[in-house]
Nanobody
Framework: QVQLAESGGGLVQAGDSLRLSCAASGFTFKDYIMGWFRQAPGKEREFAAS???????????DYADAVKGRFTTSRDNTKNTFYLQMDSLEPEDTAVYYCAAGRLRGSRLAKDFNYWGRGTQVTVSS
């Protein structure tokens, strides 16, 4: 049974940092693209970042313009865990953050991700 479980969300002030974690199980983690999406109140779910390999051992990161330079993804394939380090947080980053897994390299579309976690709330106060 596939499971993705996010953790690490919370309430912080603008300029602070948070690190989200996504614990994965039930699939071959190293072979999957891992992504972070977010959904703010009243808005559609949007792509934030992803990590994928080019059929090798090197992993590449992709970031939405809104988070580029502030957010960093990483993954530990020995622990089947995916991370999102979020620095210089802004009130506009307030959202529920979802971890997702898929097989289409380079995709930023939610429909291309097969598995989803339940999300973790990140709230950034000004």
């Amino acid at each position: 049974q596939v499971q993705l479980a996010e953790s690490g969300g919370g309430l912080v002030q603008a300029g602070d940092s948070l690190r989200l974690s996504c614990a994965a199980s039930g699939f071959t983690f190293k072979d999957y693209i891992m992504g972070w999406f977010r959904q703010a109140p009243g808005k559609e779910r949007e792509f934030a970042a992803s990590s994928f390999s080019n059929y090798g051992t090197t992993y590449y990161a992709d970031y939405a313009d809104a988070v580029k330079g502030r957010f960093t993804t990483s993954r530990d394939n020995t622990k089947n865990t995916f991370y999102l380090q979020m620095d210089s947080l802004e009130p506009e980053d307030t959202a529920v953050y979802y971890c997702a897994a898929g097989r289409l390299r380079g995709s930023r579309l939610a429909k291309d991700f097969n598995y989803w976690g339940r999300g973790t709330q990140v709230t950034v106060s000004s």
